[in-house]
């Protein structure tokens, strides 16, 4: 591999030598071993009913630091308008050069569901104007929010339900990194996941993972993401991997992962599956044996239409069990430290007076020590001297001002 690095024109060496301290992202996958255990297997496979994305949020390939490296630095994005053009996507794998359209990459990884000279697919990623965001939101967010207004990238990813969420966040984390927080929904991100869950593609996967490998490639500091999708390239391609650097073998998207993530934390594995009856609430007595003990339960979220209308002057809200009480000062101790504040005012003021007549008295000094200079050369103390020396015929225009007595002011 080190042969074909050392292959690469100026432009690529260039950017080599930017990928280098680069770090490589770990990419996760679905395993469906895994939902089967949780027992919620036909939600995530009713959440993700497309063929070419089950086929490519499944890929598990280990992930080699110098096919990333080669990739990164050789590839290269044309686009043009919403087409697909014979050199839409160009790169290097194993020394030798590929340029691809959108359909050809898409088949190199065994993603197309379609045949060539098909209808085309949308291509126009940037900007879905005729996506129903705000219908298909509420179609996958909780029972409690589905009067929540939808904001692109500001809606918070807890709204929805656990099978999409965990789809936000394998989109933010392993395919789209630049759309955002995992904690958001952005609005590339929900259409994504919209199309996922179409029986036939809607879209374009050729032009999803160019976009994806863009960015990464111009920028110089994002991570380096889909080391899979690059692996299984080079392995259509007969690339040998004998000698390369294993950064990472497949990570599934396990229940580790998910409760590290916190996706589980809130939800539970028995209360995935939806259906299954919630267990009752605690009677007042349990509930109170319960925040004596320590623990506490989380507050229930309020639909925004069963929510009472604001008051012109609420109620202050009753402080929570476990937050910290307030500490009441005296009135006394609060006059005290007033007082003592404003004498350690006076005493500042006292200071400042007291340098200001030192540097007074150090100025009579010099200037008693100049008079005494002065008069010891037998110059006149309150005279006007120049310091240089008078030409003959020079008359001063501005002669100093005498007194009475003939002497200088």
């Not at 920028?219 to 299984?232: K, M």
């Not at 009677?283 to 008051?311: T, W, Y």
């Not at 009753?318 to 004498?343: E, K, T």
């Amino acid at each position: 591999m080190e042969d074909y690095l050392d292959r690469l024109n100026i432009i690529q060496r260039h950017k080599l030598r930017n990928l280098r301290p680069r770090k490589i992202a770990e990419h996760h996958h679905l395993d469906w071993e895994v939902f089967e255990e949780l027992g919620a297997r036909p939600q995530m496979e009713a959440a993700v009913r497309s063929p070419a994305w089950r086929r490519l949020l499944t890929l598990a390939e280990p992930t080699y630091k110098e096919l990333v490296l080669e990739f990164y630095a050789t590839f290269t994005h044309t686009q043009k308008g919403n087409s697909d053009h014979a050199n839409a996507v160009q790169f290097t794998l194993g020394g030798v050069e590929h340029s691809l359209s959108y359909w050809e990459f898409a088949n190199a990884l065994h993603l197309n569901s379609r045949e060539a000279g098909g209808p085309p697919l949308r291509l126009d990623l940037a900007d879905p104007t005729d996506f129903p965001s705000q219908a298909y939101f509420q179609s996958i967010c909780l029972p409690d929010s589905v009067d929540e207004q939808y904001v692109a990238s500001q809606m918070r990813a807890s709204l929805l339900r656990l099978e999409w969420r965990i789809l936000n966040h394998l989109m933010c984390t392993s395919y789209t990194p630049s759309a955002g927080s995992a904690n958001r929904v952005t609005l590339r991100t929900l259409w994504l996941m919209h199309a996922m869950g179409r029986s036939e593609d809607t879209i374009q996967l050729g032009s999803v993972l160019a976009r994806t490998f863009t960015k990464p490639a111009i920028s110089t500091t994002r991570a380096l993401v889909c080391g899979p999708v690059i692996t299984a390239l080079a392995r259509n391609y007969g690339v040998d991997f004998t000698g390369m650097t294993l950064v990472c073998a497949p990570s599934p998207l396990s229940e580790a992962t998910l409760r590290n993530q916190h996706l589980l934390a809130r939800h539970g594995r028995q209360r995935w599956i939806e259906g299954l009856p919630r267990p009752p609430p605690p009677a007042e007595g349990d509930q109170a044996e319960s925040n004596a003990a320590g623990g506490r339960r989380g507050r229930r979220r309020v639909p925004r239409r069963a929510q009472a209308p604001a008051s012109p002057s609420p109620a202050p809200r009753y402080p929570s069990p476990w937050s910290p009480h307030p500490v009441v000062v005296p009135i006394s101790d609060q006059l005290a430290a007033i007082s003592q504040q404003n004498d350690r005012i006076l005493a500042g003021q006292e200071l400042l007076h007291t340098r200001l007549d030192r540097e007074r008295d150090r100025g009579r000094r010099i200037l008693s020590g100049q008079h005494y200079i002065m008069s010891y050369l037998g110059l006149d103390p309150n005279a006007v001297h120049y310091p240089f020396v008078q030409s003959p015929g020079f008359v001063d225009e501005y002669p100093p001002p005498t007194g009475d007595g003939g002497d200088a002011v």
